[in-house]
């Protein structure tokens, strides 16, 4: 057997670990953002917060935009599965807009808003990971 071509496969099935982990992430941080995007819709006195935040936007407001971005997270995700490299790029930009949404909603859910960011975190880097010579194998 050839080296090169069993390194190749080698790198092939990390390529593919990767990806199936950002694009499964992104899914399961899509669902969490509508759950809370929903929850702010729909019992808007679930969420606290104090008067001085300069991010203070109305609950339900908060919630549209958990809303949208759950959904197009989770869609993204499923670019991602699906191998389209274009969808990896979109998978890093929602994840970091993700991250940033999240960092301004610390205030209303702080445990849950820091559990978003790392999972986003861990979407960028496992969508960062490798390069698109390596995600196309021959």
Same mark, same amino acid.
């Given at each position: 057997?050839?080296?090169?071509?069993?390194?190749?496969?080698? +790198?092939? +099935? #990390?390529?593919?670990?990767?990806?199936?982990?950002?694009?499964?992430?992104?899914?399961?941080?899509?669902?969490?953002?509508? $759950?809370?995007?929903?929850?702010?819709?729909?019992? @808007?006195?679930?969420?606290?917060?104090? @008067?001085?935040?300069?991010?203070?936007? @109305?609950?339900?407001? #908060?919630? #549209? %935009?958990?809303?949208?971005?759950?959904?197009?997270?989770?869609?993204?995700?499923?670019?991602?599965?699906?191998?389209?490299?274009?969808? +990896?790029?979109?998978? %890093?930009?929602?994840?970091?807009?993700?991250?940033?949404?999240?960092?301004?909603?610390?205030?209303?859910?702080?445990? #849950?808003?820091?559990? %978003?960011?790392?999972?986003? $975190?861990?979407?960028?880097?496992?969508?960062?990971?490798?390069? +698109? @010579?390596?995600? %196309?194998?021959?």
């Amino acid at each position: 057997m050839d080296t090169t071509s069993s390194s190749m496969r080698q +790198r092939s +099935r #990390w390529v593919t670990g990767f990806a199936v982990f950002g694009g499964s992430m992104m899914i399961v941080i899509g669902i969490f953002q509508i $759950v809370v995007g929903l929850t702010a819709i729909f019992e @808007d006195t679930f969420y606290v917060l104090s @008067d001085n935040y300069l991010f203070g936007f @109305d609950v339900s407001t #908060w919630g #549209w %935009i958990h809303l949208a971005l759950g959904v197009i997270v989770a869609a993204g995700g499923v670019g991602v599965l699906a191998g389209q490299v274009w969808a +990896r790029v979109l998978g %890093i930009v929602l994840a970091a807009l993700s991250a940033v949404a999240n960092f301004l909603f610390l205030p209303y859910y702080p445990l #849950w808003s820091m559990l %978003i960011i790392a999972a986003d $975190v861990a979407v960028i880097w496992a969508l960062t990971k490798y390069g +698109r @010579d390596e995600a %196309i194998v021959p």
